[in-house]
């Protein structure tokens, strides 16, 4: 079992920069696969980027601007966003994925955080 507990949500302008970290418990955490993921009201949770030991991969819609990273002394992953838009707008959610990697696929993520919320203002 993988417990993941995601900060560093808030308010931001256009333009401006946050960074999203995710901690999650258990020992075997370099062995995941991590996610981001997020959802706006009235929409469906959609991929953002995911890191294993395969690389990174990052959703078209914000790559150049958002990085994931993820420090496994620490069990923690990141998502370092930057030139915030408004439609960047939603609830960011962290997840692990035991066995499938590199999956852009909500289905394929076995553990979830409680998420963290982002506003862009413009």
């Known amino acids: 079992q993988v417990q993941l507990v995601e900060s560093g949500g808030g308010l931001v302008q256009a333009g401006g920069s946050l960074r999203l970290s995710c901690a999650a418990s258990?020992?075997?955490?370099?062995?995941?696969?991590m996610g981001w993921f997020r959802q706006a009201p009235g929409k469906e949770r959609e991929f953002v980027a995911t890191?294993?030991?395969?690389?990174?991969i990052t959703a078209d819609s914000v790559k150049g601007r958002f990085t994931i990273s993820r420090d496994n002394a620490k069990n923690t992953v990141y998502l370092q966003m930057n030139s915030l838009k408004p439609e960047d707008t939603a609830v960011y959610y962290c997840?692990?994925?035991?066995?499938?990697?590199?999956?852009?696929?909500?289905?394929?993520?076995?553990?979830w955080g409680q998420g963290t919320q982002v506003t862009v203002s413009s």
């Open positions: 997840a692990a994925d035991k066995s499938t990697y590199n999956s852009r696929k909500t289905k394929d993520y076995d553990y």
């Open positions: 258990g020992r075997t955490f370099s062995s995941y696969a």
């Open positions: 890191i294993s030991w395969l690389g990174e």
